[in-house]
């Protein structure tokens, strides 16, 4: 299994940029997709980016397209999240998600993943 730890959140303006890590351990790294989800008060978790495992692709929700880039370090086990032009609607706790089955249809999906982080909060002021 792996284990996962974000960092990097905290308060910003709007059209700031912040950049998230997740850093993974336990498990052999390439082994696993890692995806980025938030949640903001009163609301579902919600999909935000994917890097696959096995050619790095990267997908996007519409909602950050164009603003946000996820990458990833296999050297250093760590999967990032580039956030540029930050909105109010942004802010939500960030999750960190893996998981060594999901494909491209269930990307979006919560229960597609079995390890999660902890969490790191991401304010954004208008």
């Known amino acids: 299994q792996v284990h996962l730890v974000e960092s990097g959140g905290g308060l910003v303006q709007t059209g700031d940029s912040l950049k998230l890590a997740c850093l993974a351990s336990g498990d052999t790294f390439n082994r696993y997709t890692i995806s980025w989800f938030r949640q903001a008060p009163g609301k579902d978790r919600q999909f935000v980016a994917t890097?696959?495992?096995?050619?790095?692709?990267?997908y996007f929700s519409d909602s950050v397209k164009g603003r946000f880039t996820i990458s990833r370090d296999s050297v250093n086990n760590m999967v990032y999240l580039d956030m540029n032009s930050l909105l109010p609607e942004d802010t939500a706790v960030y999750y960190c998600?893996?998981?060594?089955?999901?494909?491209?249809?269930?990307?979006?999906?919560?229960?597609?993943?079995?390890?999660w982080g902890q969490g790191t909060e991401v304010t954004v002021a208008s």
């Open positions: 890097i696959f495992r096995s050619y790095g692709r990267p």
């Open positions: 998600a893996a998981s060594s089955t999901v494909i491209l249809s269930t990307i979006r999906s919560a229960g597609s993943y079995a390890y």
